[in-house]
């Protein structure tokens, strides 16, 4: 079982919904991601949280919109998506971004599709 | 930017045979990882490589880090079929105060009979 909890586990939403997915972890890790992955692709960085900090966005378009209300939860608020976000969600948490020997933990994932 | 390069990105083997995972990087990095995904699944840390000539084994897996070349190996011994799966390296890079983790296009293994 995974130490990073998500939810939902799959959602459908329309492109005029407004929707949230929830992450949440209690390693005391500060560091929090987003990540975007395609099928049969490697998982695509969108977003950083440092010690509740926003640190990286990696030009995510407005329609996706981070939130870390504390340092153990992290939000995605989505909204006016496009078919072509269909895909699966992934969270993760890490120690600290400059800790040495922390490996990212990713959580099982929102299966996202938007039709 | 970095650039993370796995091969090969497909493979196929017999039980009981062996293989190696190549993954290069473009720019220096002093943090490497290889992740393992099942189908459907999330992303389970196998190893953390931290320094030149790093050798880390768990069962009949075995990965190893050549900063100097860029290169890091996730060798398979006498592969079972558990070991069916995408296999990804993630090289962590840092701008600043930034740390990214890139990853390459992961290698799916099929084990066969």
């Known amino acids: 079982d995974t130490e990073v909890t998500q939810t939902p586990k799959h959602l459908v939403m329309g492109m005029t919904n407004k929707k949230s997915l929830k992450c949440e972890q209690h390693?005391?890790?500060?560091?929090m991601y987003w990540y975007k992955q395609k099928a049969k692709k490697p998982p695509e960085l969108m977003f950083v949280?440092?010690?509740?900090?926003?640190?990286i966005n990696e030009s995510v378009p407005s329609r996706f919109s981070p939130e870390c209300p504390n340092s153990s939860l992290l939000n995605l608020h989505l909204h006016a998506l496009q078919p072509e976000d269909s895909a699966l969600y992934l969270c993760?948490?890490?120690?600290?971004?400059?800790?040495?020997?922390?490996?990212?933990?990713f959580g099982n994932g929102t299966r996202l599709t938007v039709t | 930017e970095l650039k993370v390069e796995q091969n090969p990105l497909f493979l196929s083997m017999q039980e009981g045979k062996n293989y190696t995972i190549y993954c290069n990087y473009s720019?220096?990095?002093?943090?490497l990882y290889w992740y393992r995904q099942d189908p459907g699944k999330s992303l389970e840390s196998l190893f953390v490589l931290l320094s030149n000539g790093a050798v880390k084994q768990e069962g009949r897996l075995m990965a190893s880090l050549d900063t100097k070349a860029r290169l890091s190996t996730l060798h398979i011994t006498a592969a079972v079929h558990d070991l069916s799966a995408t296999y990804f390296c993630a090289v962590m890079n840092s701008g600043g105060s930034n740390y990214k983790l890139t990853f390459g296009k992961g290698t799916l293994l099929t084990v066969n009979p």
């Open positions: 720019t220096t990095s002093d943090r």
């Open positions: 949280y440092s010690y509740e900090k926003l640190s």
């Open positions: 993760a948490s890490s120690q600290d971004p400059s800790s040495y020997n922390s490996p990212l933990h």
């Open positions: 390693m005391g890790h500060r560091a």
